[in-house]
T-cell receptor
Framework: EAGVVQSPRYKIIEKKQPVAFWCNPI?????LYWYLQNLGQGPELLIRYENEEAVDDSQLPKDRFSAERLKGVDSTLKIQPAELGDSAVYLCASSLQTSGNIYNEQFFGPGTRLTVL | GQQVMQIPQYQHVQEGEDFTTYCNSS?????IQWYKQRPGGHPVFLIQ?????EVKKQKRLTFQFGEAKKNSSLHITATQTTDVGTYFC????????????FGSGTQLTVLP
């Protein structure tokens, strides 16, 4: 079974340019997460989807970041315009949340390493 | 908001020595998960603890959840070079059970 797929793996852009990341979760996983990970730090949640609904986007900088998961499967995270401080690894994760058990492990993708020059 | 702190930030051990990382939360947790991230890799789930005082073992790894459900530890016995990586704890607060907050991790280096 394929794991969480992310693309691109690496992206280098100049500041003020737009950038988009794509994530395809594990088949059947209804919950999808986007995290930001800076060097030497743990992942920080940006947004969490349950199916197509964004249920937690409190940490998403909405002035420049946007995300969508239109059909409740794959998802796109966009930054427009990018700033120097956005350089980081953007991780996507998915899990299967059920009504009876909300404590499920998250499966992470390989991440997209963004460098903003 | 909820804060999860880990110590130490870095640990160098000689192969065969033991290793322990500690995780402390500012709030009571409903459960805690541990992940391992190899250099250049992504976090991989290791285990989840739910009950107060719970202890779980995976071969040379022993995980503990504190009685007050505010702290946890991971202990590795007789480290091997394959144990190299960063170990993260991630806690769910009792008030918001679906939100997972990651600690800053402990980076383990094992010297052969």
């Amino acid at each position: 079974e394929a794991g969480v797929v992310q693309s691109p793996r690496y992206k280098i852009i100049e500041k003020k340019q737009p950038v988009a990341f794509w994530c395809n979760p594990i088949s059947g996983h209804n919950t999808l997460y986007w995290y930001l990970q800076n060097l030497g730090q743990g992942p920080e949640l940006l947004i969490r989807y349950e199916n197509e609904e964004a249920v937690d986007d409190s940490q998403l900088p909405k002035d420049r970041f946007s995300a969508e998961r239109l059909k409740g499967v794959d998802s796109t995270l966009k930054i427009q315009p990018a700033e120097l401080g956005d350089s980081a690894v953007y991780l996507c994760a998915s899990s299967l949340q059920t009504s009876g058990n909300i404590y499920n492990e998250q499966f992470f993708g390989p991440g997209t390493r963004l460098t903003v020059l | 908001g909820q804060q999860v702190m880990q110590i130490p930030q870095y640990q160098h051990v000689q192969e065969g020595e033991d290793f322990t990382t500690y995780c402390n939360s500012s709030t009571t947790l409903s459960n805690i998960q541990w992940y391992k991230q190899r250099p250049g890799g992504h976090p991989v789930f290791l285990i989840q603890l739910v009950k107060s005082g719970e202890v779980k073992k995976q071969k040379r790894l022993t995980f503990q959840f504190g009685e007050a459900k505010k702290n946890s530890s991971l202990h590795i016995t007789a480290t091997q070079t394959t144990d190299v990586g960063t170990y993260f704890c991630a806690g769910r607060s009792s008030g918001s059970a679906r939100q997972l907050t990651f600690g800053s991790g402990t980076q383990l280096t094992v010297l052969p």
